[in-house]
């Protein structure tokens, strides 16, 4: 090759793979009002954003990759949480995560004060990141669905969870809503016998937590159920 050639290839390499870059941030920065929903940015969203610098949550916690990795990434707690159950684990971290290692520490946040980082959570919740990093990203849900059409879907703990309305409260692949944890978030912390459990009741496992009891239930119709649950798990996330 000559020096010439050589020349040549390295700025026309050069200057395409900047004018492409140049391009993409250009493209990004344009798209970020649509990306981010910034029309829902509203007072209370902000009010949200200075509680969470004011107790430092990203000390410990991150948020589309900025902040500590001591604790879960909070983009998408608020789809994988739902609203009660953030409510339940800043009021009381010591109760929600008794049986866990890892260590929340008790902040005495104000209750008006959790309101507005439930308003923040939600808005970032929502913020369209192309799905990146992939995790909690809507395309595990949907193969979770997938999983779940081909096969579960005939178990009776599923007919017992449709029956049951369980929701109403929780979501499930791409149905339901947002009040308490995903199931199959779950199902990825809880196993057969604990879910077992704590249908009977709720509040004497986990105080402070907003979910109706299901004592009129058999004991094989939870663990009919609560083998359904776990059945969700995706091994792969710990
Ligand atoms: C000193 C570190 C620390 C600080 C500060 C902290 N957290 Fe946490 N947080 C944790 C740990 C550790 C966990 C995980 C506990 C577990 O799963 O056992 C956690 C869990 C959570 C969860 C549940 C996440 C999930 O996916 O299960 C939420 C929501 C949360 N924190 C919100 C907050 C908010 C909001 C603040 C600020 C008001 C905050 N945290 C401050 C350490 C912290
Ligand atoms: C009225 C709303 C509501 C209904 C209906 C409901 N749940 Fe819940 N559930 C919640 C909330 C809120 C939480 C979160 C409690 C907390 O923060 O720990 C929860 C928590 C749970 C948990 C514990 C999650 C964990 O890891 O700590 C399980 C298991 C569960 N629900 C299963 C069910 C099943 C199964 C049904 C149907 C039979 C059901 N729920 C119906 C609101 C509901």
Redesign the pocket.
């Known amino acids: 090759m000559s020096e010439r050639a050589a020349k040549l290839i390295f700025w026309i390499g050069t200057l395409s793979s900047l004018a492409l870059f140049l391009g993409m941030t250009w493209d990004t920065h344009r798209s970020f009002a649509a990306l981010t929903h910034a029309d829902r940015l509203d007072a209370n969203v902000i009010a949200g954003k200075r509680?969470?610098e004011k107790?430092?949550?990203n000390?410990?916690?991150t948020i589309l990759g900025f902040g500590?990795y001591?604790?879960?990434d909070?983009t998408r707690?608020y789809k994988?949480?739902g609203e009660d159950?953030?409510r339940l684990?800043?009021a009381s971290?010591e109760t929600a995560?008794a049986d866990?290692?890892?260590?929340?520490?008790q902040?005495h946040?104000k209750p008006e004060e959790i309101e507005r980082?439930v308003d923040f959570?939600r808005w970032v919740g929502n913020i369209d990141n192309n799905d990146w990093p992939p995790q909690d990203s809507d395309t595990r849900w949907k193969a979770a669905t997938r999983r779940l059409v081909g096969g579960a879907a005939m178990s009776p703990g599923a007919a017992l969870v449709a029956q049951e309305n369980c929701l109403s409260c929780h979501s499930l692949g791409e149905a339901g809503e947002h009040r308490g944890p995903r199931l199959e978030?779950i199902s990825t912390?809880r196993d057969a016998q604990w879910i077992a459990r704590y249908l009977v009741n709720p509040e004497a496992v986990t105080p402070g937590a907003q979910m109706p009891a299901f004592d009129k239930l058999s004991e094989s119709q939870r663990q009919a159920i609560a083998e359904f649950i776990s059945s969700l798990a995706d091994r792969r996330t710990p």
């Open positions: 509680v969470f107790y430092n949550c000390d410990c916690h500590g001591y604790a879960p909070l707690a994988r949480l159950a953030i684990r800043v971290p995560f866990s290692y890892r260590k929340m520490p902040q946040v980082l959570l978030y912390r």
